[in-house]
């Protein structure tokens, strides 16, 4: 069965389009056929990250309004088989997607793909609205600070009201926590929420933490998604996630910094 | 079978009258200083705001009659409706008064009198609707956490299993419990028992409040934060006691 994975959070720049690309890609590398759309019409962030701007010919909107099939708007990873992405559109606003028609293009890529991730745009209005709504599983990204916290648990009660699993009380979203931009230097001094702190606020399952790290600004520069780096911290914090979400059981790493320490003994395989 | 040539046999009746009972708030007014009333209302709605937003209201004007003051209806409806209140009934009012609620399609009550006057009663600024409550059938269990931004009301008792975060709003006619943590605001006897109560396992609540007496946050005693706690009323005070 295919599962629809909703990355959101409810505040903007936390990192959401940036592990969107990265477990995207994590999921097809390990050879499930999977597909990364980006809901963040009038942005378009996602085809950056993912080095394919430049290949842009339909776009999620086209696909909608019928005026392009999805094999035409999907685009095929240059670095790996397994993933495709769909586009948002540049030009259009965020009005020119509707429910019926994302439940459609979803129905259809059900059919040929073992995970679909959905990159939400920020905040709580119609795109973060479409981009949950058929999620199976949702990675609330929050960094660790007070508000992104807040806005995370109002996303998460969102997630748990006006989805459509609980719109027809089915079985509710699986629900992870991602904590992303961690710099335990930081949460030393003070100055940000540790692990544990965000964990009792929101009692929510941690698939995973990612490190504040350059490789990420640098990843995305050369549009290659940072999971890809096998080397870096935040590629291997990705790897982790993904594995976890797989089923299995890796320590979590990153929570603290003696680096080096914990990257000998859990480093890159 | 219908014999009339217009209505096809097969047509579904498309309506239908029952009766229902509704729990309404009902606005009980004590006295005729309109700008007392519209200043203490809005501090009411500020307690509970999304609980208050457009819910309807019935305006009682008993007391205010017995004691003799009068009150212009016109007047007094534009201030509830401007608190964002939808006045649905007026009870207790004098001829002029009901007069100028139906010239505004608000419909006249009359008072359920069972004998116990009003005064016997004691009432308070929020009265008890007379509606038969059923105990059990009325209280909500919740097990899945009440996130920033819920909000939940329960006619009867309320028990929530799971956390109540920052910014969530829980509701009861009658007792709270929750067996996590308490974040959010939590208001017990909303429509005026006093008898209502609040229990939880980690009290940090924004705010706490039994039939309109409230504590927030800052006026928590260091003894009791983070503690397991019930929170009860006496002569009009809010007790907090450690219950571990
Ligand atoms: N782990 C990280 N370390 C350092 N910078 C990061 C990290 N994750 C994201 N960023 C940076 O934060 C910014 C916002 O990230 P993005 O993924 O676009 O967030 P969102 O999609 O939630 O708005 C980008 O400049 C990105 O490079
Ligand atoms: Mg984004």
């Known amino acids: 069965m295919a599962r629809i994975i909703v990355v959101t959070s409810g505040k903007g720049g936390v990192g959401k389009t940036t592990t969107s690309a990265a477990i995207a890609m994590g999921l097809a590398k390990k050879g499930h056929k999977t597909a990364v759309i980006d809901f963040d019409v009038g942005l378009r962030n996602l085809d950056l990250i993912m080095g394919c701007e430049r290949r842009v010919v339909y776009d999620f909107v086209n696909v909608i309004n019928g005026e392009a099939s999805l094999n035409q708007a999907l685009i095929r990873d240059k670095n790996c088989k397994q993933l495709y992405i769909l586009p948002a559109s540049q030009t259009r606003d965020k009005d020119a997607l509707s429910q019926e028609g994302v439940g459609k293009i979803l129905d259809a890529l059900k059919k040929d793909f073992k995970y679909i991730v959905c990159d939400s745009p920020a905040g709580i209005e119609k795109g973060a609205h479409l981009a949950m709504y058929f999620a199976d599983d949702a990675f609330v990204v929050t960094n660790p600070e007070v508000s992104s916290v807040r806005d995370s648990d109002r996303m998460l009660g969102i997630l748990a009201s006006k989805s459509r699993r609980a719109e027809r009380n089915e079985e509710p979203i699986k629900e992870y926590l991602l904590l992303s931009r961690y710099s335990p230097d930081r949460v030393k001094l003070g100055e940000m929420l540790s692990v544990d702190d965000v964990q009792e606020i929101l009692s929510l399952h941690l698939l995973g933490v990612i490190p504040e790290s350059k490789s990420v600004l640098n990843a995305s520069n050369s549009g290659i998604p940072v999971i890809l780096d096998e080397k870096s911290d935040a590629g291997q914090a990705y790897a982790d996630i993904v594995a976890r979400y797989l089923g299995e059981d890796r320590p979590h790493r990153f929570i603290d910094d003696k680096k080096g320490f914990f990257g000998k003994f859990f480093g890159s395989k | ?244």
């Open chain 2, 1 to 244: 079978m219908s014999t009339d040539p217009h209505k096809t046999p097969y047509a579904p009746s498309v309506l239908e009258f029952k009766s229902s009972t509704f729990s309404v708030p009902v606005l009980v007014l004590s006295s005729d200083d309109l700008v007392a009333i519209e200043q203490q209302l809005q501090e009411k709605i500020s307690l509970a705001p999304e609980f208050f937003r457009n819910s309807p209201l019935v305006l009682d004007l008993q007391e205010l009659n017995k004691k003799g003051y009068d009150i212009d209806f016109a007047v007094l409806a534009d201030i509830v409706r401007k608190s964002g209140l939808l006045p649905i009934g007026v009870r207790g009012g004098n001829v002029q008064q009901n007069k100028q609620a139906l010239e505004l399609l608000i419909p006249v009550y009359s008072i359920h009198s069972s004998g116990v006057s009003a005064d016997t009663q004691k009432q308070k600024t929020i009265m008890p609707t007379p509606e038969p409550v059923t105990d059990s059938a009325s209280t909500t269990l919740i097990t899945q956490p009440i996130r920033s931004g819920q909000r939940i009301y329960s006619s009867g008792d309320l028990i929530i299993l799971a956390q109540v975060s920052a910014g969530a709003e829980i509701m009861a006619e009658g007792n709270i419990h929750v067996y996590s943590t308490l974040r959010g605001r939590a208001l017990a006897g909303v429509q005026g028992n006093t008898e209502a109560r609040i229990f939880c396992s980690d009290l940090q609540a924004e705010l706490i409040s039994i039939a309109g007496n409230y504590k927030i946050s800052e006026d928590l005693d260091e003894t009791v934060r983070k503690k397991p706690v019930q929170i009860y009323l006496q002569n009009q005070t809010l007790i907090i006691k450690d219950i571990a």
